[in-house]
């Protein structure tokens, strides 16, 4: 096993040359290395990328209606079950579970993590 100090230099070694990829190419890059080195051959395509995980068309009922989507985005600060609620207070049958209210929340706060 390498030392902490030989961790870091690998380490150093593999962003550099991971240098001036995009996210989404890097991770293309290192999915190919790591089927490789499992023993698997690399595919031409990863099955799924970072980009193609955040920009993938939305299930959640939160993101497919526009009216839903503001008044969560309005509430974002407060607790799920009250978002829940005041969703079914105004949309009655249209308003999403605390489930879907709780996973569009989530979402958001990832895609701000990344700067998107």
Same mark, same amino acid.
């Given at each position: 096993? *390498? #030392?902490?100090? @030989?961790?870091?230099?690998?380490?150093?070694? =593999?962003?550099?040359? /991971?240098? $001036? *990829? #995009?996210?989404? @190419?890097?991770?293309?890059?290192?999915?190919? =290395?790591?089927?490789? /080195?499992? $023993?698997?051959?690399?595919? @031409?395509?990863?099955?799924?990328?970072?980009?193609?995980?955040?920009?993938?068309?939305?299930?959640?009922?939160? @993101?497919?209606?526009?009216?839903?989507?503001?008044?969560?985005?309005?509430?974002?600060?407060?607790?799920?079950?009250?978002?829940?609620?005041?969703?079914?207070?105004?949309?009655?049958?249209?308003?999403?579970?605390?489930?879907?209210?709780?996973?569009?929340?989530?979402?958001?706060?990832?895609?701000?993590?990344?700067?998107?």
């Amino acid at each position: 096993m *390498l #030392s902490k100090p @030989e961790m870091n230099q690998r380490h150093l070694l =593999v962003l550099t040359a /991971l240098g $001036g *990829l #995009s996210q989404g @190419e890097a991770m293309a890059v290192l999915g190919g =290395v790591m089927q490789e /080195l499992a $023993g698997q051959p690399a595919s @031409e395509k990863p099955r799924s990328t970072t980009e193609e995980l955040i920009t993938r068309r939305s299930r959640l009922k939160v @993101e497919k209606d526009p009216e839903i989507r503001d008044l969560v985005h309005s509430l974002s600060r407060e607790p799920v079950g009250r978002i829940a609620e005041e969703c079914k207070a105004r949309f009655g049958d249209r308003a999403p579970s605390k489930s879907a209210i709780y996973s569009y929340i989530k979402r958001l706060e990832r895609r701000r993590t990344i700067g998107e």
